[in-house]
Each structure stands twice: as structure tokens, then as C-alpha cells.
């Protein structure tokens, strides 16, 4: 009978660790005006444009750094980066970051943003961009 409990105590464990984990690695939408107020407010922020070198060179939002989806070593770079630390991601319109948020959730990072509408919104709002 111990046994027996023992081993549905365990399982119910590890169902919460599982769920908790999963809660951890949520991928939150954030639009352009609310990230430029953190990005303004806090100096080490972990920006990430995930767009082409070339597009990253056409203008990118300051301090950014470009990690290409597209990129074979894109997961291998992206590991560098401080998981326990938020990450921005942000591409041209929305799709290829959600896609690297998505990817990125599972390699044990806390808290991930993706700037909704991508550097289109950024610009729709007026927010400045670097070359």
C-alpha cells in the first residue's frame, strides 16, 4: 500500500515540476510603445532582432542585437545569451520572431517577449530606429 502511494505522490510531483516549468517559458506579446519604456528604463536589456544581417543593416531598434532565425547557428547563439535575464525578440512584422520565441521557450530561458507587430509597429508609432 506504501508503495503504492509512493508512487502516485511521485507522479503528481512531477506533473506540477512539468506544468511549472512550462508556465516559466511563456511567451508574452508586448506592443512597441510598452517596450520602448523598457528599453529606455533599463541599459542591459536583451533586445534580439532576428531579422536578415541585410535588414538588421537597413535600421534596427538601438542597442539590438541581430541573431538571424534564418542563422544555422541561431539556437547555438541564442544558448550565449542570459537565460535567467528577459529576452526581447523582434523581427519585420511579428512571424519570425514568434516562431524564434517558440523555439527559444525550450531551451530553459525565464521570460520572453516578442514585440508584436514587429519593427512595422515600432515604426507605425513613430519610435526611432539606428543604422
Request: charged residues 25%; glycine residues 6%.
Amino acid at each position: 500500500m506504501k508503495k503504492g502511494l509512493l508512487i502516485v505522490a511521485t507522479i503528481i510531483v512531477f506533473v506540477f515540476q512539468s506544468y511549472g516549468q512550462e508556465s516559466e517559458n511563456k511567451v508574452t506579446l508586448i506592443n512597441a510603445k510598452d517596450a520602448s519604456v523598457i528599453f529606455k528604463n533599463s541599459p542591459n536589456v536583451q533586445l534580439i532582432d532576428v531579422r536578415t544581417k541585410e535588414e538588421f543593416a537597413s535600421g534596427h531598434i538601438k542597442d539590438a542585437i541581430n541573431i538571424p532565425i534564418t542563422d544555422v547557428d541561431f539556437s547555438e547563439r541564442i544558448q550565449n545569451l542570459n537565460k535567467k535575464e528577459p529576452v526581447y525578440l523582434y523581427c519585420r512584422s511579428g512571424s519570425r520572431s514568434s516562431k524564434a520565441a517558440n523555439e527559444i521557450s525550450n531551451l530553459s530561458f525565464t521570460t520572453i517577449y516578442d514585440i508584436d507587430g514587429g519593427i512595422k509597429n515600432w515604426q507605425i508609432i513613430g519610435l526611432p530606429l539606428v543604422k
